[in-house]
């Protein structure tokens, strides 16, 4: 669909082009009584880039004419996107009531004034005016993307479910996986509710419509566990592993869990260090070394953080053994000390664990949707600085290491 706001961003070509030539045929075509000078006033001072000016004068013309239905459109959409929503909404609905509109231009208002709608917020409203403008095939496809949006913000995942399956039928765009996080969502809901059914059905939705859905098979794991399945809930969550080896720091706790109620602390601790060693984020390792501290104690999960260290260089890793060290009293005087902690504390960030593939937005937990630009599966974990002369500075820290295991 054009923007009608191109129309308006065309005026200064058209002026360079013969603007007043245009403006004399049109004239002379419907005469000074349809098209008020107004108008031309208006047209003017947004030739002359004074957009504010000229929209006062637009304001003041409101009354609508057929020849001008193009204008007003326009002017509603560049009203929006100066997000003065009530001027928008003041001239589309305006449009709408007062003007006699072709069926293309009346689905054009319609569509316009749900933008209108949906950006100032007010769901219902655009919700009503989506659902109108999907009856009309052309505008179908538009019409239910919004209402799959409008669904999603007030989290009436069901309702959301069918109009991205609507919009599937108009559009070759997959969105399996989205669907999958509706029902997702509604486990979710059912877990807080209590409700077992409810959280059976949205995973096997979920499921049924993305096998590999990670979110899904987390739920399953959460469920099963909470029904005392422990083995069933760790094949789920070793699962998760596989599918998505970038979210292990969301996954281990699971794991352990499930271990724990399996009484099974030395698999448990095999598990983690083969996990650890197959994997360079700081996160996992972090946690990592706080189960293997409980089960086999400090001077093991030391030499086990040494040779990860010598393995990836991670800035967390470094950190890890800064900590033990301070546990230990060493280094406590030593002048690099502070400036080393200083240093990976401010390498370290923690308020950007996870970036958006799509728009760059950063946080601190995993999403699933971006809350951001509102993509689906688009937070990833932000890469793990890695220090290239860590050697070096295990030298200056007289750390002997189990190099040679
Ligand atoms: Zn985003």
Same mark, same amino acid.
């Given at each position: 669909?054009?923007?009608?706001? $191109?129309?308006?961003?065309?005026l200064?070509?058209?002026a360079?082009?013969g603007w007043?030539a245009?403006?004399r045929?049109?004239?002379?075509?419907?005469g000074?009584?349809k098209?008020? /000078?107004a108008?031309f006033?208006?047209?003017?001072?947004?030739?002359n880039?004074?957009?504010?000016?000229?929209i006062?004068?637009f304001?003041?013309v409101l009354e609508v004419?057929?020849?001008?239905?193009?204008?007003?459109l326009?002017?509603g959409?560049l009203f929006?996107r100066?997000g003065?929503l009530?001027r928008a909404t003041?001239?589309?609905q305006?449009?709408?009531?007062?003007t006699r509109?072709n069926r293309?231009q009346?689905?054009l208002?319609?569509?316009?004034?749900?933008r209108d709608?949906?950006?100032?917020? $007010?769901?219902d409203r655009?919700?009503?005016?989506?659902?109108?403008?999907?009856?009309?095939?052309?505008?179908?496809?538009?019409?239910?993307?919004?209402?799959?949006?409008?669904?999603e913000r007030?989290r009436?995942w069901?309702?959301? /479910?069918?109009?991205a399956?609507?919009?599937?039928?108009y559009t070759n765009?997959?969105?399996q996986?989205v669907?999958?996080?509706?029902?997702?969502?509604?486990?979710?809901?059912?877990f807080e509710e209590?409700?077992?059914?409810?959280i059976? #059905?949205?995973i096997?939705?979920?499921?049924?419509?993305n096998?590999?859905?990670?979110?899904?098979?987390?739920l399953?794991a959460k469920?099963?566990?909470?029904?005392?399945?422990?083995?069933?809930?760790?094949?789920a969550?070793?699962?998760?592993?596989?599918?998505?080896?970038e979210?292990?720091?969301?996954?281990?706790?699971g794991v352990v869990e499930c271990y724990?109620?399996l009484h099974?602390?030395?698999?448990l601790a095999?598990?983690?260090q083969n996990?650890?060693?197959?994997?360079s984020?700081?996160?996992?390792?972090?946690?990592v070394?706080?189960y293997?501290r409980?089960?086999?104690?400090?001077?093991?999960a030391?030499?086990?953080?040494l040779?990860?260290?010598?393995?990836?260089?991670?800035?967390e890793?470094?950190w890890?053994?800064?900590?033990?060290r301070?546990s230990q009293?060493?280094? #406590? /005087?030593a002048?690099?000390?502070k400036?080393l902690?200083?240093?990976l504390q401010?390498?370290?960030r923690?308020?950007?664990?996870?970036?958006?593939?799509h728009?760059g937005?950063?946080?601190?937990r995993?999403n699933?949707q971006?809350?951001?630009?509102?993509?689906?599966?688009s937070?990833?974990?932000? #890469?793990d600085?890695?220090?290239?002369?860590v050697?070096?500075i295990l030298?200056l820290l007289?750390?002997?290491?189990?190099?040679?295991?």
């Amino acid at each position: 669909m054009i923007d009608p706001t $191109w129309y308006l961003l065309l005026l200064p070509v058209a002026a360079a082009s013969g603007w007043l030539a245009a403006r004399r045929q049109v004239v002379n075509k419907v005469g000074n009584q349809k098209l008020p /000078d107004a108008y031309f006033a208006g047209l003017n001072f947004l030739v002359n880039e004074q957009p504010d000016k000229a929209i006062e004068v637009f304001v003041k013309v409101l009354e609508v004419a057929p020849e001008t239905i193009e204008v007003h459109l326009a002017l509603g959409n560049l009203f929006r996107r100066r997000g003065e929503l009530e001027r928008a909404t003041t001239i589309h609905q305006n449009l709408l009531v007062k003007t006699r509109l072709n069926r293309e231009q009346h689905m054009l208002a319609l569509y316009e004034l749900g933008r209108d709608y949906y950006k100032a917020g $007010w769901f219902d409203r655009a919700e009503g005016l989506f659902q109108e403008l999907s009856e009309y095939n052309e505008h179908a496809a538009t019409a239910c993307h919004y209402l799959q949006l409008i669904y999603e913000r007030e989290r009436e995942w069901r309702k959301a /479910d069918q109009a991205a399956r609507r919009l599937m039928k108009y559009t070759n765009e997959d969105l399996q996986h989205v669907i999958a996080h509706y029902w997702c969502e509604i486990a979710e809901q059912s877990f807080e509710e209590q409700d077992l059914t409810g959280i059976r #059905q949205g995973i096997n939705r979920a499921l049924a419509t993305n096998q590999q859905s990670v979110r899904a098979i987390m739920l399953s794991a959460k469920m099963h566990f909470q029904s005392g399945e422990y083995r069933k809930a760790l094949r789920a969550w070793r699962r998760c592993g596989e599918l998505a080896p970038e979210l292990q720091s969301e996954i281990i706790a699971g794991v352990v869990e499930c271990y724990r109620a399996l009484h099974d602390p030395d698999t448990l601790a095999e598990y983690l260090q083969n996990l650890a060693l197959h994997n360079s984020s700081g996160r996992v390792l972090s946690q990592v070394l706080e189960y293997l501290r409980e089960i086999r104690g400090g001077k093991a999960a030391e030499m086990f953080l040494l040779r990860h260290l010598r393995q990836y260089n991670t800035a967390e890793g470094l950190w890890q053994l800064l900590q033990f060290r301070r546990s230990q009293g060493c280094d #406590q /005087d030593a002048p690099y000390s502070k400036f080393l902690g200083e240093f990976l504390q401010m390498v370290l960030r923690t308020d950007r664990v996870y970036i958006c593939q799509h728009c760059g937005f950063s946080s601190k937990r995993l999403n699933w949707q971006c809350p951001s630009c509102r993509y689906w599966d688009s937070m990833r974990p932000v #890469q793990d600085p890695q220090i290239p002369e860590v050697a070096g500075i295990l030298e200056l820290l007289q750390v002997a290491g189990p190099s040679s295991e």
